[in-house]
C-alpha cells in the first residue's frame, strides 16, 4: 500500500508517499481500507519528532480515518467484511489501509457521507472525554471553548448547545467569529482585539463561565482562572501558548476549581473503547438528528499531505481539513 512517510523530523517537506507493506492484523482488530483521513495538529508536531507514537503503534501519522473493513481478527464480533465504518485510531491514517482496535470503530453516522464521517471520532473522542465525562458540562451551565473554529472548536460548539449549554467561544478574525455564531455559539469574542476575561465578567454577570476548554495552555493559564465561577472547571488539551508561566494560584482555593489535563493518544485501549461507547451512545444521535454537522474546510489528496500541513499551521481554515488516498 502507499502512505505518508516522515522521512525526518522537520518541516511539511519531509512528508513523503512511499510504498509500505500492509498492516498485519490482529485477533482484536479489523483491517480498513481507508476513504478519508482528517488532519489533527499532534500530527504535525509528531512530524517535528514532538509526538511520537506510542510502542508497537504505525509510525505514520493520522488519528482517525473513515472506510470500508477489509477484514477482522479472530475475536471480532461486531464487525464484518464490507461494514462502512470511522474509527480512532493509535496511528497509521496517512495511508490506503490501517488496522485498528475493534473497540475504536464507530458505524458511519446517519446522513453523513463517508468520506467526511472522517471528521468526527478524534474531535468527538477528545470533546466528550473532556468536557462531559470529565468535567459534567450540564444543561443551563455556560461553556467556554477557545479556538472556535478549529475541528475541535467547530464540534464542541455544535455539542455543547445541543446537551443545553451556553456556549462562549475565543477566535482570531471575525470571518471565524461569524461561523462560530452560525454554528451555535452565543456569545464570540475576538481574542486580538479584546480582553476575553472581561467579556465573560460581562457576559455573565461577574459570576464567571462553568466549564473551559483550552488549546493554548500556559499563556492562557491566569486569564482561564479568572474567567472561571464558583466550582468553575479548566479542562487543558494542548500548549500551543507554552508550558511554563509565572502564576497566581488563589482563585484555584477561592473559587474551588478544578483543573486537569489529558491528551487521548496515550490512553489505554479500553479507555478508547469506553470513549468510543459513551461517543455513539451520546453524540451519533446528535448527528443523526442534524445537531452537529461535519464542518470539513478542504480535502487534499494523500500525495499533497505537506500543503495540507501548511494549512493547518497557518490557522488560516475553519473545521478540519481531510486527506484522501
Known sequence: MKAI????????EVLQLQEVEDPQVKDDEVLIKIEATALNLADTFQRKGFHPPPKGVSEYPGLECSGTIEAVGRNVSRWKIGDQVCALLNGGGYAEKVAVPAGQVLPIPSGVSLKDATSFPEVAS???STVFMTSHLSAGETFLVHG???????FAIQIAKYRGARVFVTAGSEEKLAFCKESGADVCINYKTE???????????GRGVDVILDCVGAAYYQQNLESLSIDGRLFIIGFLGGTHREIDLRPLLAKRLTVQGAGLRNRSLENKAAIISEVEKNVWPAIAAGKVKPIVFKHFPLSEAA???RLIESSKHIGKIL???
Not at 512517510?5 to 511539511?12: K, L, R, S
Not at 472556535?148 to 467547530?154: C, D, L, V
Not at 480582553?195 to 454577570?205: H, I, S
Open 126 to 128: 477528545t470533546v466528550w
Open 195 to 205: 480582553d476575553f476575561v472581561a467579556r465573560v465578567k460581562e457576559e455573565t454577570g
Open 5 to 12: 512517510v516522515i522521512t525526518t523530523p522537520g518541516g511539511p
Open 323 to 325: 486527506l484522501v488516498p
Open 307 to 309: 500543503e495540507a500541513h
Open 148 to 154: 472556535g473554529s478549529s475541528g475541535i472548536g467547530t
